[in-house]
């Protein structure tokens, strides 16, 4: 793979109790740490607070996991909802929908491809690349 720019970068902190069950739907929703605490149930979230340029279908989606045994994992970003560039900056906020849709299900979603088979643990650093 080609040296791709860096647009955004994050360490995921925590977990939410509720992660586990959008696995099967291929959802996670990413809140920096800022996140209300009764939206932290449902979110990763993470330290990331610079949006360098906007993200764009035809980036990348990279978990980099913490652990030296194990893999990083991309995604290609085949749509991006009309708010998501701003709940990302302003909050670290995204839901990422990995299903591969050329439009966005959600004006602060995007969607990604392939589909997703194992959560991101705790520790992983996940990067958007352009």
């Given at each position: ?19 586990p ?7 996670l ?19 990331g607070?610079q ?8 980036d990348?989606?990279?978990f ?22 701003a ?7 995204v ?10 299900k959600?004006?602060?979603a ?9 959560l ?11």
């Amino acid at each position: 793979m080609a040296a791709h720019s860096l647009k955004y970068q994050g360490v995921i902190q925590s977990m939410g109790s509720m992660v586990p069950e959008f696995l099967p739907y291929g959802i996670l929703i990413f809140f920096g740490e800022t996140a209300p605490e009764e939206l932290r149930d449902t979110a990763l979230v993470h330290n990331g607070t610079q949006l360098v340029s906007e993200l764009a279908a035809g980036d990348y989606l990279k978990f980099s996991p913490p652990s030296a045994t194990e893999q990083p994992q991309s995604y290609r970003l085949t749509a991006v909802g009309e708010r998501a560039n701003a709940n990302l900056a302003e909050l670290g906020h995204v839901v990422v929908h990995f299903d591969g849709a050329t439009k966005a299900k959600l004006t602060g979603a995007i969607s990604v491809e392939p589909a997703l088979e194992a959560l991101p643990t705790v520790g992983t650093t996940f990067e958007f690349l352009g």
